[in-house]
């Protein structure tokens, strides 16, 4: 533990909620847009805020380019940003129209309106992924028919796994995919670089994969470097991850009918539409992309998920209950900001 790490992840999710009925604060709105998920925590998106409207575009100086060659997640990413702006604005009596520009970059334009569902806002400072075990209860029957609805948008829907057989068969390709991943020495240099070892790292950079939100001892980086070949690798992360599928009862998989840069951003903004409403209900989650990832073992996590024919999942994660870990941090607005 950090008290340093933690006052400032607490000082970045305190963020004045944009109020209903006056004018939209944008800087606000666009701070919690901060706070949603992206790969690695690279957070490869870039804001340009005009009149009533806030520009979301992508930052390719942020890729990463051997687990995300195609920078499809780098969209999925932009599509969580976006999707937060536009459940905040709800919140604050404001309906958005959303385009996306040719090369990807999505324009929210805002016009304040009655009646908005607003719910799901409420989630965006508390909404994590907590790459731990969960406790192993079963997803509460009534919540299954919340988080398809959340999970469900243009193009594509959301496939929810509870059978045992199915699970285990994904369990299969998730440790096929850490084989894969983690013998590739390009593949461990890309993560190892956003690795932040300490409190002190992550609070510099205020971005990447936290030690402290991954459950890990922090330790110096000099050292990690030197213990890497030890603590990093494929049978260490397929032990730890059949560990956490083992107590998870439910998995969520993404599924589009397009593999393009709108499919990429729908899934972004279905996937923290789920996770929002699954925070609401004290379900957590955490990715298990690994089958995705790793191209070959696509047709068999389709196989798996029992799909028609032109759909492909794009995303996976595992749901469950249990303890909160400390939260990943942010890099300020103001280094993302760029004139309209
Ligand atoms: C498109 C996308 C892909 C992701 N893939 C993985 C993954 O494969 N493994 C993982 O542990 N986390 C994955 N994450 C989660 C991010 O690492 C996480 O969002 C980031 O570290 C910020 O932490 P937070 O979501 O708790 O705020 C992914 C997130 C997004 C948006």
Partial sequence: MSAAYDAEAARQRAIPW????????LRALARLGTLAPSSHNTQPWLFRIGDE???VAPD????CPVVDPDDAHLFKSL?????????????????????IEPGGSITLSFRAAEGLDGTLAAAIP?????????????????????????????????ALVEDAAVRGAIGDLVAAGNRAQLGDPAFRAELFAWVRCTAGEAIATGDGLSSFAAGQPALPRWLVRLLLPVVLTASAQ??????????????AAFVAVSDDIPAWIEIGRCYQRLALRATLAGIRHAHINQPIEVRDLRPHLHAALGLGPGEQALLLLRLGYGAAAPFSLRRPLDAMLRPV
Avoid: N, W, Y
Wanted: aromatic share 2%; glycine share 10%.
């Fill in 53 to 55: 409207m806030i520009q």
């Fill in 18 to 25: 944009p109020a209903a009925g006056g004018a939209l604060d």
């Fill in 126 to 158: 508390q909404r994590q992924c907590t790459r731990r075990c969960f406790d192993g209860r079963p997803i509460a029957p009534g919540q299954r028919k919340a988080l398809a609805a959340a999970g469900t948008g243009e193009g594509v829907r959301v």
């Fill in 60 to 63: 390719l100086t942020r890729r």
């Fill in 238 to 251: 397929v032990a730890r991850d059949s560990e956490h599928l083992a107590t998870t009862p439910m998995l």
């Fill in 79 to 99: 599509g969580c940003a976006a999707e937060t702006i536009v459940q905040a604005a709800a919140a604050a009596g404001h309906a958005t129209a959303m385009r």
